[in-house]
């Protein structure tokens, strides 16, 4: 019986077709899938790096040049009021990209230096775990050589992602080398400062490679600790790309947040002189112009320290750690919409089966019930045919020995008694006896037997032997 119940409940479950409904498709052509999956996870993480993280980089450099403010957002929470606020005042799709392409361009600018001059050197463009010590040297300096050759073009970048929307003209796309060029004559000339303040580019080299170093070797070696660490725990990714685009993130994650300090005196170095309008990220309403005056590096460093404290070098850390929580996110929504579209992919080209085939196998299933429901009906039945039977045979069982008890009580008072009539036998005194305690509804009359009429002194003989069974 549990066994046909739970037979009928199996029969009740989702579909499942046989593999003959699907088209399957090769361990190749399922290979090649993954890859472009990977591909396409890879695509999407250099999105998120270079288009998605750029409003969170607009306002914490904006947050990093502002030398009077008094809220230094330091944490995500004081940040977001802020992002509401410019979204009022100038539109949602204006601030978040502004610079992104000169951003953009500065980025395809340093590496084409790269592969530039590592085809006229023969400094290696790429090292590994095995490459030895003089070729990391002259990949670092390779790496030296582009950060140098990018820096005024980066202090035209920095002015068009900081400046306000509202104080200042859209720049087009190359007018990022005009005004990078721009500064790199008029370092060479008399008119070095045209603004009176605005440092030489080449006192900006130093620091400036200096920095692009740090985080470079920083991150190589972040990135390639977490990827280690992946791989020796084994993580189930459901695609592979996925742990290396985390062991990416968290790279470039602690080389900003080592740097972080450093890169908010480059900030304001790049900037002074520029005569540069930002949104005030005090209210996020209005707009403020930047005016410093530093003669350097440790200049700066000192004068942060004085004038706004240790914390001041931490300006618009909020926006920092916001801009990986999203990017953290996205990755990991995209990764689990990819996957998911590669193996609905990889089930084979016909991965839902045709209606008919939906249709017989309900068909199928309908029958199994059915056929599984009657089995159990007629199991019922025939346990409640034997249990009827048992009963059956019981109550006979009851009633014979209820009438061998009594007939073994008559023959012993028969035996008791003496009869004179001979034509009372045993016979006829148990076929009465049997007529009166089991038959009490037929007459003695109806026996043919019963024609002929007894003698005076058997038929009281009887009487008081029926006196005697009553009592």
């Known amino acids: 019986m549990a066994g046909s119940l739970d037979d009928i409940q199996r029969s009740r479950s989702p579909l499942t077709l046989p593999s003959s409904a699907y088209k399957r498709i090769g361990d190749e052509d399922k290979n090649t899938i993954e890859q472009y999956a990977n591909v396409g996870l890879g695509v999407f993480g250099l999105f998120i790096e270079n288009v998605a993280s750029h409003p969170f980089q607009v306002l914490r450099r904006q947050c990093q040049v502002n030398n009077v403010s008094f809220r230094y957002h330091r944490t995500p929470f004081t940040v977001l009021p802020v992002i509401v606020g410019l979204n009022r005042s100038q539109g949602l799709g204006r601030w978040p990209f502004k610079g992104l392409g000169s951003s953009l361009v500065i980025k395809g600018l340093g590496l084409g230096v790269e592969d530039f001059a590592s085809k006229l050197t023969p400094w290696p463009k790429e090292i590994d775990a095995h490459s ?54 008029a370092s060479f000339t008399s008119s070095a400062s045209p603004h009176g303040r605005m440092l030489p580019f080449w006192t900006l080299i130093p620091a400036n490679v200096a920095y692009g170093l740090l985080h470079y070797v920083t991150f190589t070696i972040t990135s390639g600790l977490a990827r280690t660490v992946i791989n020796k725990r084994k993580r189930n990714f459901k695609l592979s790309e996925y742990g290396n685009q985390m062991a990416t993130l968290f790279g470039r994650f602690v080389a900003d947040v080592l740097l972080y300090p450093m890169e908010t005196i480059l900030h304001r170095l790049h900037l002074q002189g520029t005569r540069a309008i930002i949104d005030n990220l005090d209210t996020g309403r209005e707009v403020m112009p930047i005016m410093t005056r530093y003669e350097g590096f440790f200049d700066c460093l ?46 084979g080209e016909n991965g839902i089966p045709p209606a008919e085939l939906l249709e017989e196998a309900r068909r199928r299933q309908q029958e199994e019930h059915d056929r599984l429901q009657q089995r159990d009906s007629e199991g019922r039945f025939q346990q409640s045919q034997r249990d009827s039977d048992d009963l059956f045979q019981q109550r006979q069982r009851e009633l014979d020995e209820q009438f061998q008890r009594r007939q073994r009580d008559l023959d012993e008072r028969f035996r008791q008694h003496d009869y004179s009539d001979d034509r009372f036998r045993p016979r006829q005194f148990e076929r009465d ?39």
């Open 132 to 185: 030895s010590c003089r070729a990391i040297g002259q990949h670092l300096l390779l790496k030296g050589v582009a950060a140098a050759v990018v820096t005024p073009f980066f202090s035209a970048s920095l002015v068009e992602t900081v400046q306000s929307e509202i104080a200042s003209e859209k720049p087009g796309i190359l007018d990022v080398f005009k005004e990078g060029l721009r500064r790199l004559l």
């Open 302 to 347: 000192t004068t942060i320290r004085q004038e706004e404290g240790i914390q001041g070098l931490f300006k618009g850390f909020g926006a920092l750690m916001l801009q990986y929580a999203v990017q953290v996110a996205l990755l990991r929504f995209a990764a689990s919409a990819i996957s998911e579209v590669s193996k609905a992919a990889s089930e």
């Open 433 to 471: 006896f049997e007529t009166q305690h089991f038959q009490p509804n037929l007459l003695p009359s109806s026996s043919p037997r019963s024609t002929s009429t007894p003698s005076s002194s058997s038929t009281s003989t009887r009487r008081r032997l029926f006196q005697d069974e009553d009592q």
